[in-house]
């Protein structure tokens, strides 16, 4: 069993940047992939990005791709998403997942655990 709990979200103006966080529970951390996904009003799930579980590989969603940047410390428990160049079509509740194949993909029906989510706004 994994607990992830997000924080960093917040309010920013477009071009700006925010770092997201996602600290785990339990002893196994390091064996999960990441995964980071958002959902904004009235629209479906959306994947992001995700980390493989030693964090040697990496996969992006063609929107934030070369904007965002995900990273982990697996000494620390955690994962991070670094958005840089925010638009307001960034805005959502953004969400992280554990996946405990340890590969890591943008598929949100391989995850297994799910944080709470963190709101991030991007104002015009």
């Known amino acids: 069993q994994v607990q992830l709990v997000e924080s960093g979200g917040g309010l920013v103006q477009a071009g700006g940047s925010l770092r997201l966080s996602c600290a785990a529970s339990?002893?196994?951390?390091?064996?999960?992939?990441m995964g980071w996904f958002r959902q904004a009003p009235g629209k479906e799930r959306e994947s992001v990005a995700a980390i493989s579980w030693s964090g040697g590989s990496t996969s992006y969603a063609d929107s934030v791709k070369g904007r965002f940047t995900i990273s982990r410390d697996n000494a620390k428990n955690t994962v991070y998403l670094q958005m840089n160049s925010l638009k307001p079509e960034d805005t959502a509740v953004y969400y992280c997942?554990?996946?405990?194949?340890?590969?890591?993909?943008?598929?949100?029906?391989?995850?297994?655990?799910w944080g709470q989510g963190t709101q991030v706004t991007v104002s015009s």
């Open positions: 339990g002893r196994t951390f390091s064996a999960y992939a």
């Open positions: 997942a554990a996946d405990k194949t340890g590969w890591g993909t943008l598929a949100p029906n391989n995850y297994d655990y």
